[in-house]
């Protein structure tokens, strides 16, 4: 399937809200700048971003993963 050049799809930047043209050209995608995707990547390093976790049963820990 042929990207469509003159119609791309668009996505918002995750940190700034602006339009991102999702194609080969958009260096920074899904981030609008480097300093958007450098702000996130400081917000995941300072712990601010998490991904869920379930914690393990008080009788198992990760060794026995």
């Not at 050209?25 to 995941?44: Q, T």
């Amino acid at each position: 399937m042929a990207e469509d050049l003159e119609n791309p799809t668009t996505i918002n930047c995750p940190h700034c809200g602006a339009a991102v043209a999702w194609t080969a050209v958009s260096k920074y995608k899904p981030f609008c700048s480097e300093r958007c995707r450098l702000i996130d990547l400081g917000d995941w390093l300072l712990e601010k971003h998490a991904i869920p976790d379930t914690p393990l049963p008080e009788n198992q820990d990760d060794t026995e993963l």
